[in-house]
T-cell receptor
Framework: LAKTTQPISMDSYEGQEVNITCSHN???????ITWYQQFPSQGPRFIIQGYKTKVTNEVASLFIPADRKSSTLSLPRVSLSDTAVYYC?????????FGDGTTLTVKP | EPEVTQTPSHQVTQMGQEVILRCVPISNHLYFYWYRQILGQKVEFLVSFYNNEISEKSEIFDDQFSVERPDGSNFTLKIRSTKLEDSAMYFC???????????FGNGTRLTVT
């Protein structure tokens, strides 16, 4: 599975849009890109998954360029409760390998 | 919304004892997983299970570990002889279709003393 690289941490303020970019240079044809959110002492929670172009759901958008070597998770108008660790994973049916994630801190 | 449930939420055991961590995956899911997370570290894959057999396992999943799906609803992780370094959060996950996302439970915190 392709290795992913994302920033270790990011700070934001309430109401701002946050974009977290993940690079996955060795992504394979059959791989999907999946993002999870994790709060302390809880299991990872699925946010969004995509293969290419743009995917949007009620909580986030995922932008994937044509070469698929990176992806950007966009969280509109974050609140304090969005403070969490965000993981970008390249998945292909079998195991999903978690990286170090991005710790997002939302400030008032 | 259906969810993965894990019991107990916290298990304390003495070194050398056997523990069984229990999970009830989402009912129509076919693929089952165990992950663990040592405090302050990243989530690590342990094992995947499909069609009543292990499909993949990591180097962490040695002979001390085993998994079982004893009936149509439960999925268990057994650690035969616990070590101090087994102390971690253990997460069960399941998925439905081949490339659908994983759904995680809220974990069992295992403390080995």
């Amino acid at each position: 599975l392709a290795k992913t690289t994302q920033p270790i941490s990011m700070d934001s303020y309430e109401g701002q849009e946050v974009n977290i970019t993940c690079s996955h240079n060795n992504i394979a044809t059959n791989d999907y890109i999946t993002w999870y959110q994790q709060f302390p002492s809880q299991g990872p929670r699925f946010i969004i998954q995509g293969y290419k172009t743009k995917v949007t759901n009620e909580v986030a958008s995922l932008f994937i360029p044509a070469d698929r070597k990176s992806s950007t998770l966009s969280l509109p108008r974050v609140s304090l409760s969005d403070t969490a660790v965000y993981y970008c994973l390249v998945t292909n049916a079998g195991k999903s390998t978690f990286g170090d994630g991005t710790t997002l801190t939302v400030k008032p | 919304e259906p969810e993965v449930t894990q019991t107990p939420s916290h298990q304390v055991t003495q070194m050398g004892q056997e523990v069984i961590l229990r999970c009830v995956p989402i009912s129509n899911h076919l693929y089952f997983y165990w992950y663990r997370q040592i405090l302050g570290q990243k989530v690590e894959f342990l094992v995947s299970f499909y069609n009543n057999e292990i499909s993949e396992k990591s180097e962490i999943f040695d002979d001390q570990f085993s998994v079982e799906r004893p009936d149509g609803s439960n999925f268990t992780l057994k650690i035969r002889s616990t070590k101090l370094e087994d102390s971690a959060m253990y997460f069960c996950a399941s998925r439905g279709l081949w490339n659908s996302p994983l759904h995680f439970g809220n974990g069992t915190r295992l403390t080995v003393t």
